[in-house]
């Protein structure tokens, strides 16, 4: 049973910082590629960022290139979200996530086997 449980979140105002972490359980932690996902109220879920299995790979939705960085840590089996720069926009109930599939990058909603419960960040002008 994998479990994957985050934190950091919290209020912060615009131009602030934050750093989520994502604490895994279950299974290998190494073998997959991991990622966050955001949802903001009346909206759907979107990607947000994620890095492969290796750590090698970082890939990031274009709206936060720039001010967020994504990275883990196989050793503590922890993967990190640093958020600078946070705008209103960037509200959201961030969620964890963990591949289906070891040794893939894809991070679809389809291609995902495991969620987070998710933290709030709230970001105030």
């Known amino acids: 049973q994998v479990n994957l449980v985050e934190s950091g979140g919290g209020l912060v105002q615009a131009g602030g910082s934050l750093r989520l972490s994502c604490a895994a359980s279950?299974?290998?932690?190494?073998?997959?590629?991991m990622g966050w996902f955001r949802q903001a109220p009346g909206k759907e879920r979107e990607f947000v960022a994620g890095i492969s299995w290796s750590g090698r790979s970082r890939y990031y939705a274009d709206f936060v290139k720039g001010r967020f960085t994504i990275s883990r840590d196989n050793a503590k089996n922890t993967v990190y979200l640093q958020m600078n720069s946070l705008k209103p926009e960037d509200t959201a109930v961030y969620y964890c996530?963990?591949?289906?599939?070891?040794?893939?990058?894809?991070?679809?909603?389809?291609?995902?086997?495991?969620w987070g419960k998710g933290t709030l960040v709230t970001v105030s002008s």
């Open positions: 279950g299974r290998t932690f190494s073998n997959y590629a």
């Open positions: 996530a963990q591949t289906t599939t070891p040794y893939s990058d894809y991070m679809g909603r389809d291609g995902i086997g495991y």
